[in-house]
């Protein structure tokens, strides 16, 4: 099917005064929600949130100013929905790192008001280049609503005659004053795997302080998370549904340098804390049945 231009669809499912549907970064379609409750941004490329201000607060969401806009490049900030698999995929180095819908162009279903808020419904399913990746029939349904939360759900359904297992991650870039700075409450106690050190097996004690490059996936865990950022003055909650694992991650300064859709010192500005279903945790759903995974974001002042 013939993708629609902002203009064709912003006809179609245009809100005045609310959402309007506009080329964005590169001329990719974006959703500007300007509703009461909250301004935001999500893009058909990636099913992508990039921007997330509820009234009255700072932007939520880092988005690197080195990003590039391309329909075969990720965008780096904002929400990447990571699917179907996570990091490289385990059977097949050269297939797209953290799975192929970051660079899908996604269906626009619907936009509704929704209290002071609005929702936008989009939707992707298997076409050419996911399934030289992944043979499984499915649908993938994500709806993002922009009000005093930021409310995210996607929902995977499974169209094959089997089982299928499916690692996802909703890779969220959390806007802070500075990385290390934080401190990420909820997950003491929880064992994880610490990428930095072979995946070794550890066990978090207190809160999660970035003092360094991060990459550490929180096993069996669905407890509710907070970010204490003390030079913005205010915390960022994050409540978690159909999340058994949780991902926290920094590139940190040398990373950071290697990177080329990230700014040198842009590492400091964020703190990627994810909802997600990674590794030991990845979930099996049966043929014709659906998952989802939820993520509900708040802030506060502190």
């Not at 929400?79 to 996604?106: E, L, Q, Y």
């Not at 279903?109 to 936008?120: A, F, H, K, L, N």
């Not at 929180?218 to 159909?242: F, N, S």
């Not at 949780?246 to 040198?264: H, Q």
Request: glycine share 8%; with cysteine; hydrophobic share 40%.
């Amino acid at each position: 099917m013939e993708a629609l231009s902002a203009e064709a669809l912003q006809a179609r499912h245009g809100l005045p005064g609310l959402a309007e549907i506009v080329p964005g970064q590169g001329g990719l379609t974006k959703i500007r929600i300007t509703a009461p409750a909250a301004h935001g941004e999500i893009y058909l490329h990636g099913a992508h949130v990039t921007s997330w201000q509820p009234a009255g607060s700072e932007e939520v969401l880092f988005l690197s100013q080195h990003s590039r806009w391309q329909p075969d490049q990720a965008i780096r900030g904002g929400i990447p929905i990571c699917f179907p698999w996570f990091r490289a995929k385990d059977d097949n180095p050269a297939a797209p790192k953290h799975g192929f819908v970051r660079t899908t162009s996604w269906q626009l279903d619907s936009i509704q008001p929704s209290g002071e808020g609005v929702t936008v419904a989009l939707s992707t399913a298997p076409n050419a280049e996911s399934q030289r990746w992944w043979p499984h029939p499915f649908r993938l349904r994500y709806e993002a609503t922009f009000g005093p939360e930021l409310k995210l759900a996607l929902t995977f359904t499974n169209e094959a005659s089997m089982p299928v297992t499916i690692a996802e991650a909703l890779h969220t870039y959390h806007a802070v004053g500075d990385v290390t700075q934080v401190r990420v409450a909820g997950l003491d106690g929880a064992h994880y795997l610490d990428n930095m050190d072979g995946n070794r097996e550890k066990r978090q004690q207190g809160d999660l302080q970035f003092s360094g490059e991060t990459d550490n996936a929180y096993l069996h865990t669905t407890t509710p998370l907070t970010i204490h950022d003390p030079m913005l003055h205010r915390r960022i909650e994050i409540e978690k549904t159909g999340s058994n694992s949780t991902v926290t991650w920094n590139p940190w300064e040398k990373s950071a340098r290697a990177m080329s859709d990230l700014g040198d010192e842009e590492w400091r500005r964020f703190a990627a804390v994810e909802a997600s279903n990674v590794l030991t945790c990845a979930v099996t759903v049966p043929p014709g049945e659906s998952h989802l995974l939820g993520a509900v974001i708040r802030v506060a002042a502190e």
